[in-house]
């Protein structure tokens, strides 16, 4: 009963006030009838399908709130046109970006809390047929609105995405690599609820789950042979129900599905509503800790000229396992974090130990060029198991480090699209 009376008391916190989806539905409404109107003027033959959690009834209440509505463009269309003809539309409408991508998508800003995601797709019945992922997004929202009929499902549902936003694993993007709003909706309308969700996911070792939820493969073997490599690397594979070929489950990483079991397990073990709640990384405390113990903290931001969103994301997240590295080393990183804005920076932080010295690897006595090359640069040095070593003491803090590796590392930096990397504080 405990758990019951935990979960009521989230929904309530979560469920989007009625005046606000009423506001939201007028707009899109409006939205709607007004670019209806424009394709029939420009003879355009495409139809509206509005999309993503507000169709299937599965919104959680935020600060913003976004809609998707595809442009189903009749198969006559050019996959190279469509894209084009949506933002001729457009045009006519204000507050508009575009947003680059495999099909160039676009928003469309309502007010300050609500914007609209329009999406260009083509029309198709038979999913094989597909020329991209983005067309198969009308038979996503008619197969949950056709399965999950019962309104407890529909809260679970949003309890289950509430709970992943608030430890950071809910998100198919390159930089979140975890669960869709659509994978939570098929994982619990097929375990049967929030609870045993969790319960379940708790269960996942190493072993991949294979989850065929319309029985289209005979058994495990077969979903193994007949996916697509690149479909295979996640921890769950999880088949689209609407599309055998698809794993619905295909961003999600072993470490975000870690980090999410961890936090499963924390939930079930001892209910909590602050369980739903986003933890904010209090970096003054751990500096504080980081120099009772005498380690070193500090802080940084990088910046990146690249589209914001899931391309810039991906970016800075992949420069930022790249600096861990490199600080690995010369240092033993005890903690760190990585925090991406949405918009074009990052900030990142490490607590570190310094490895006091490390061994240097030179070249096999045999290569006498290169191991008189290396006695050169290193005065201590000595042989074991036909290789040349030397020990090289860290003298320096991680501060001088970072600076004197983005002085000499610029070209690397710009390579991986890193526009500046700036110390905030240590």
Known sequence: MKTDSILQEVLEKIEPPFSEITIMQEALDDFKTRFKEFLEIEKINAELFVGGSFAKKTLVKKDKYDADIFVRFDKKYPDSEISTLTEKVLKKFEGVTKIHGSRDYFQVKINDNFFLEIVPVCKVKDPMKSRNITDLSSSHVKYINKKIKSQKILND????????????????????????????????????GFIKFLKEMVKVKDEKLVIDMEKYYKNKKEVLLDLNGSKLISPIILIDPTYKHRNALAALSKETLSKFQKECRAFLKNPSVKKFEEKKTDLEKIKKNALSKEQEFILIETKTLKQAGDIAGSK???????????????????????????????????????????????PSIKDEK????????????????GKIYSKKVIDFTLKEFILKWNVKNKVKIKEMYIDNLEIIEN
């Open 157 to 192: 549902i949003k309890l289950a995405k509430a709970f992943c936003h608030a430890h950071h694993c809910y998100g198919a993007e390159s930089y979140i690599n975890g669960f869709s709003g659509y994978s939570l909706e098929l994982l619990v309308y097929y375990y049967g």
């Open 316 to 362: 800075l997240l992949k420069f930022y396992n790249h600096l861990e590295k490199e600080i690995k080393k010369y240092f033993k990183v005890k903690k760190k974090g990585f925090n991406y804005n949405k918009k074009n920076s990052a900030r990142y932080y490490f607590v570190c130990e310094n490895r006091g010295e490390i061994l240097v690897r030179g």
């Open 370 to 385: 290169n191991v008189l090359a290396f006695e050169k640069k290193h005065k201590d040095y000595f042989t074991k198991q």
